[in-house]
């Protein structure tokens, strides 16, 4: 079993580009998350995505973020304009069945907007 | 919606002595209790959890507690190492398409 897998580890972009963050969750699992954390918010939940449907997407900062899960094995979180505030670790995560039950936590990506 | 909140938010104990973690939360229907650990520069892990219908469980070194009247739940580490330096993360969750909730987490530091 690969685990939750994320590309790229490190992101270093201009303020103002496009960021796209690309998540393959663990095959079988049915429910994805994309999380971000920074050291003065903690880890915040950005969206929830049962079945490749997104069921809640309240924690999405505003409209410069989205988020699409066209099948089962892969999910994309673009930022569109960057901004130097978007700075985080960007942490998708993939349950068996549904929110209530064990996450698996990719290895993030480091997202550095200058 | 649901509210978790961690205390403390940072804790320091010398090896060998136990740790305790806890978060309570606001919505009665919870029913999932994750806790997740952080090494520094790592991905969040669960080490142990617990359902509404249990009020304790024990794994090793750690046990978990539950108190559903007084909605809170605590995290338990016994004989600690320093490799259990970490942050640690509390959820709560009602399952079904309810999202779980993450208190802000517990930097533990453990001193040889």
């Known amino acids: 079993d690969a685990g939750v897998i994320q590309s790229p580890r490190h992101e270093v972009t201009e303020m103002g580009q496009e960021v796209t963050l690309r998540c393959k969750p663990i095959s079988g699992h049915n429910s994805l998350f994309w999380y971000r954390q920074t050291m003065m918010r903690g880890l915040e939940l950005l969206i929830y995505?049962?079945?490749?449907?997104?069921?809640?997407d309240s924690g999405m900062p505003e409209d410069r973020f989205s988020a699409k899960m066209p099948n089962a094995s892969f999910s994309t979180l673009k930022i569109q304009p960057s901004e130097p505030r978007d700075s985080a670790v960007y942490f998708c995560?993939?349950?068996?069945?549904?929110?209530?039950?064990?996450?698996?936590f990719g290895p993030g990506t480091r997202l550095t907007v200058l | 919606g649901e509210n978790v909140e961690q205390h403390p938010s940072t804790l320091s104990v010398q090896e060998g002595d136990s740790a305790v973690i806890k978060c309570t939360y606001s919505?009665?229907?919870?029913?999932?209790f994750p806790w997740y650990k952080q090494e520094l520069g790592k991905r969040p892990q669960l080490i142990i959890d617990i359902r509404s219908n249990v009020g304790e469980k024990k794994d090793q070194r750690i046990a978990v507690t539950l108190n559903k009247t007084a909605k809170h739940f605590s995290l338990h580490i016994t004989e600690t190492q320093p490799e259990d330096s970490a942050v640690y993360f509390c959820?709560?969750?009602?399952?079904?398409?309810?999202?779980?909730?993450f208190g802000r987490g517990t930097s533990l530091i453990v001193h040889p």
């Open positions: 995560a993939s349950s068996f069945s549904e929110a209530a039950d064990t996450q698996y």
């Open positions: 919505d009665s229907a919870s029913n999932y």
């Open positions: 995505f049962n079945n490749n449907v997104p069921i809640d």
């Open positions: 959820a709560a969750s009602k399952g079904g398409s309810y999202i779980p909730t």
